[in-house]
């Protein structure tokens, strides 16, 4: 009896090796990094099939695709059909490899019949258009892409594809069109894309291109109403939207183009849009304050009233520190200056006289300006203590102006830093009055000691 057990055991031994020989080998599921096929589209798996075998085989088989293993992804979707030959995106599968062998034609019967089962499959209806564009069959692709849209409006890629294939009939119009274009012949360039647009209307690329000549043309009217026509068939186009933007704030509309800018940068971002939006919100801004300020850099002469409205305009948050509620001012109610001149006058920067006077309208020096200056340089110094320091010590030789001059300590510190210059031979000169473009340049210079924004040149008023 023990040598027959010993002989089974034996036996029973041979037959666990040779079952674990012939079991299936694990091969890990690779994992994409970079799709192969970037342009295939991957089957959704339908809601009766979810969290089934066939699913994860599916998904199984493109990771397979996507990485160039086409064998075991055939071997993959034809497994998945086996088990359940209703699971149509297997068969929509099995066609997208045929088409990474390049063999459209194979490709095709399995994307038909995907769709015998489900006629609105986005990928099958994809996929045979991809294989019928291969075919040269573009007019059939160009239904089959269609129907993808139909079922999917968001494919804004397909609509693209959709319109190049509606519009390959016409190259030759478009083609001749934009040779003419180039050449300079902008009456027969617009000729030929009018009979472009007049064989098929609903193409944003062609309004985009006649907008741009006519442009060009300087029909600004046109191009605009072009860009437009772009803009309500394709929605998602951001660069003809900053065309809009351009026109529109040429033409002063800096609510119309503030409004295109942002939604072109809403869609597409693009630095040359972004800088244009804070330039027009900066016009904006500047059109929205007095006309006496906006005609600054034209004055040949600043008043304290002018003085103090840069000052409180483009240095607002330099004044806000030991700000004084206490200052009487008695003679500004009526200027139009009159809300900067009081906020000035309570930081300390430009202060009223002894009878409560600002006197707006009184024209400034260069040892007025130098002043001015000197107080900005302190309240920008206790941010750069150390920077304050040296201006604060600077005692420049100026052949003009004498260490016993009340305006000498302020003159040094506005010249050590930078926002003030010497004159010839080395003057100062403190009764010379300051004009508009000076006023500007000195403020701009303390702006960026103080790192704030450069504000946008002011414009002269129209």
Known sequence: ??????????????????????????????????????????????????????????????????????KTARREFTNALAVAPAFYPAETSLGYVELAQKD???ALPHFDRALERERNDVSALIGRGQALVSLNRENDARVAFEAALAADPSLNDVRRRV???????????????????????ADEALEAYTMAIGTSPDSPFLYREIAALERQKGNADAALADFRKAVALDPSDAKSLGQIGEILEARNDLDGAEKAYTDSLALEPSADVEKRLAAVRERAAIEKLPAEYRALDQAPQVTRGDLAALIGIRLGPLLSSARRDSVLITDTRNHWAASWILAVARAGVMEPYANHAFQPRTIVRRADLAQAVARLLTKIGAQHPAQAKAWASARMKFSDLGPSHLAYVPASAAVAAGVLMMGPESTFQPSRLVTGAEAIEAIAKLEALAGLPAATKIKTPQ
């Open 1 to 70: 009896m023990f040598p027959l057990m010993g002989k089974l055991r034996g036996l029973l031994l041979v037959v666990l090796v040779f079952v674990s020989a012939c079991a299936p080998k694990v091969v890990p599921v690779p994992t994409v990094t970079t799709p192969k096929y970037p342009d295939f589209t991957q089957p959704v798996v339908p809601p009766t099939f979810a969290n089934s075998p066939v699913a994860d085989t599916l998904s199984r088989g493109w990771a397979y695709l996507q990485t160039g293993d086409l």
């Open 104 to 106: 459209a034609n194979a």
């Open 163 to 185: 319109e190049v294939l509606k519009f390959r009939g016409i190259e030759q119009n478009i083609a001749r069109a934009r040779q003419l274009a180039r050449q300079g012949k």
